[in-house]
């Protein structure tokens, strides 16, 4: 299943929401046009890497910011813009525009603080809107959860469109974003070199993150 658009119509134009999606698609067509050479530098400044925020956190925290506008490739990209494109619009205009900019940064910092944290002397680089759009799922799942989505469904070589609750799309991501850290968390245990991969942590903490902040932030505000 992948998502097109909600079925909850909105009353303002999700500005913020846009210009996020433009900052992230402007951000990848730059990282596409460097070297390789010139896209480790690029990484190693912008990107969390977990060992040079612990030993140089005055400097690196920048980055908890940063990486939320960096992603590794055309699919990462896509599938994260589309996430924020269907659910996005409702929680800016529940926030506020610029309350919704600042509860979608915090959300991404303290995600990729989450991922931090399982491996604080790593050194590969964590980068992604991932963890700031989760946190926009959770805001999403509290405050809409009788909401639904119109959404692709590919059956083999059939694709057609069904119309599905929010609650199970949110809820499938969620879950296996659960069953996959605690698998990779296994896997760690198990093995002596560093691994590298989905930042599995980092979802599950900006969604924990969007359920707990959104109401401070006034998502159950009257209109």
């Not at 658009?5 to 009353?11: I, L, S, W």
């Not at 530098?41 to 005055?58: D, G, K, M």
């Not at 980055?63 to 619009?89: A, D, E, P, R």
């Not at 303290?110 to 050194?123: D, E, R, V």
Request: proline share 4%; aromatic share 16%.
């Amino acid at each position: 299943m992948f998502p097109l658009y909600d079925e909850n119509p909105t009353r303002t134009t999700p500005y913020f929401t846009y210009g996020i999606i433009g900052m992230n698609v402007l951000v990848f067509l730059h990282e596409v046009s460097l070297s390789n050479a010139q896209l480790n530098l690029f990484l190693s400044q912008y990107a969390v890497i977990p060992r040079e925020l612990t030993t140089n956190l005055n400097v690196e925290w920048t980055t908890l910011f940063t990486s939320q506008f960096l992603h590794g490739g055309w699919w990462h990209l896509i599938s994260n813009m589309v996430f924020l494109w269907v659910f996005g619009n409702n929680i800016e205009e529940r926030l506020g525009h610029f309350k919704y900019l600042i509860f979608y940064l915090v959300c991404g910092a303290l995600a990729a603080l989450c991922q931090w944290f399982i491996g604080m002397y790593s050194t590969i680089p964590s980068l992604g809107a991932s963890g700031a759009i989760s946190g926009v799922l959770g805001a999403y799942l509290i405050r809409f959860p009788q909401a639904r989505v119109k959404t692709l469904l590919f059956l083999g070589f059939f694709v057609t469109t069904i119309s599905v609750p929010a609650l199970v799309i949110i809820g499938i991501f969620f879950i296996q974003n659960v069953i996959s850290g605690l698998v990779s968390l296994q896997a760690a245990a198990n093995m002596s070199i560093e691994t590298g991969g989905v930042a599995y942590w980092a979802h599950i903490g900006g969604f924990v993150f969007g359920v707990i902040l959104s109401p401070v932030f006034g998502l159950f505000r009257r209109d």
